[in-house]
């Protein structure tokens, strides 16, 4: 392939991946902000629902931050390091360093992982429409399930209104307890981290801090889906469900559609197996 066909190719690739994940972006929004999603009644004596309300151990800007931050940071350094000794490529006359070429490939394949799972999961919250562990304590719902009328029987939510707090993000939340998107996101973000590490960490002398840091990845991961449960944000099967999916968009992601960018051979690190037989040829020779 040529030069110009080379530019060609990154410059399409470009485009199609920022039309793409714009795209993605729209829907997540559209299934946000625009999709009114079904709300699930209950029954009176459902006491899954009569847990107090309680605030986030791990907040969504939280979430965002080390589910964002720390996979980037990572792709920055180990694709520096890998590919920084590779000779530059050019792009329509302009020089680019070949690890900016590898950053931007595994990034981009991220982002595409990372709409799929957001947007999964607002579907799953607006088709299923389940209250969430405090909804009694939030909707204060205007039934008497003290009279016989309203026992034993499931109560459509057309049958009630809330007359706790209204017209807040809280209220609106109320629904949309299944999947969890704090697992789903968390376990994404952070096993594909692990997985990338296991990959692109291959310098001597970092197994050990390789395996430590995909411990934490997976422990911080881990945690944030444990702390939906204690915080009563999630049903524990919602968790369950959520931190699998994340898991499985993860693998997915990572085997079938991460484009990773070689290092060359020669900067590749030599073995202690390699460097042993060749001292070996060598003292033959002698």
């Not at 980037?72 to 050019?90: G, H, N, S, V, Y």
Request: hydrophobic share 40%.
């Amino acid at each position: 392939m040529s030069r110009e066909d080379t530019s060609l190719h990154l410059l399409r690739k470009f485009v199609v991946d920022c039309f793409c994940i714009s795209a993605l972006i729209g829907l997540i929004f559209v299934t946000t902000d625009v999709w009114a999603g079904f709300e699930r009644g209950f029954f009176c004596g459902d006491e899954s629902l009569m847990y107090p309300y309680k605030p986030d151990t791990v907040s969504t800007p939280m979430l965002r931050m080390y589910g964002l931050g720390l996979p980037i940071l990572a792709f920055l350094i180990c694709e520096w390091a890998l590919l920084r000794k590779d000779d530059e490529f050019q792009c329509f006359r302009f020089p680019l360093p070949r690890w900016m070429r590898g950053f931007y490939c595994v990034m981009a394949c991220f982002g595409y992982g990372a709409c799929f799972i957001e947007l999964t999961t607002n579907i799953a919250k607006n088709v299923i429409g389940r209250p969430r562990p405090h909804f009694f304590d939030l909707c204060r719902p205007t039934v008497n399930c003290s009279l016989p009328e309203w026992q034993h029987r499931y109560i459509e939510s057309r049958e009630f209104e809330c007359t706790g707090i209204k017209n807040t993000e809280k209220f609106n939340d109320l629904h949309m307890s299944f999947i969890s998107g704090h697992s789903a996101w968390s376990a994404f973000t952070m096993i594909y981290l692990a997985l990338y590490l296991e990959k692109r960490m291959v310098w001597r002398g970092t197994r050990l801090i390789r395996h430590v840091l995909q411990f934490s990845a997976v422990m911080i991961s881990w945690f944030t889906a444990l702390s939906r449960v204690t915080d009563y944000k999630h049903h524990w099967s919602d968790v369950l469900a959520g931190y699998f999916l994340g898991l499985t968009f993860a693998v997915l992601v990572w085997t079938w559609g991460t484009d990773l960018i070689q290092p060359k051979s020669k900067h590749q690190p030599i073995s202690q197996h390699e460097i042993h037989l060749h001292n070996h040829k060598t003292s033959e020779l002698v």
